[in-house]
């Protein structure tokens, strides 16, 4: 089981800056890729960036060059976070922690969820 818990979320203008963290506790040692995905409403929750054990990053054209996704695993807690610049109204939406297991030994290729958090741009 992993226990993943987002921060950062809230109102800003556009042009603006938001910093999200997600801190990801228990079974960390069978995480392998981690992500932020997005919902906003009336539409499907969609990969925002994603960035793997050794910090290979993958992000969705429309937040390329805005959005730096990073982790730090140093510690048994896995930290994540995306830092989100130049902000714009269509990048409104909740925001997911993901995290994903391995598959391997006792680590059984779970996926993991975090609440949300909501994300809104204003014009």
């Known amino acids: 089981q992993v226990w993943l818990v987002e921060s950062g979320g809230g109102l800003v203008q556009t042009g603006g800056s938001l910093r999200l963290s997600c801190a990801a506790s228990?079974?960390?040692?069978?995480?392998?890729?981690m992500g932020w995905y997005r919902q906003a409403r009336g539409s499907e929750r969609e990969l925002v960036a994603a960035i793997t054990h050794g910090g290979m990053t993958n992000y969705t054209d429309s937040v390329k060059g805005r959005f730096t996704i990073s982790r730090d695993n140093a510690q048994r807690t896995i930290y994540l976070h995306l830092q989100m610049n130049s902000l714009k109204p269509e990048d409104t939406a909740v925001y997911y922690c993901?995290?994903?297991?391995?598959?391997?030994?006792?680590?059984?290729?779970?996926?993991?969820w975090g609440q949300g958090t909501q994300v809104t741009v204003s014009s």
């Open positions: 993901n995290a994903n297991h391995y598959v391997g030994g006792s680590c059984l290729g779970e996926h993991f």
């Open positions: 228990g079974e960390t040692m069978c995480i392998s890729t």
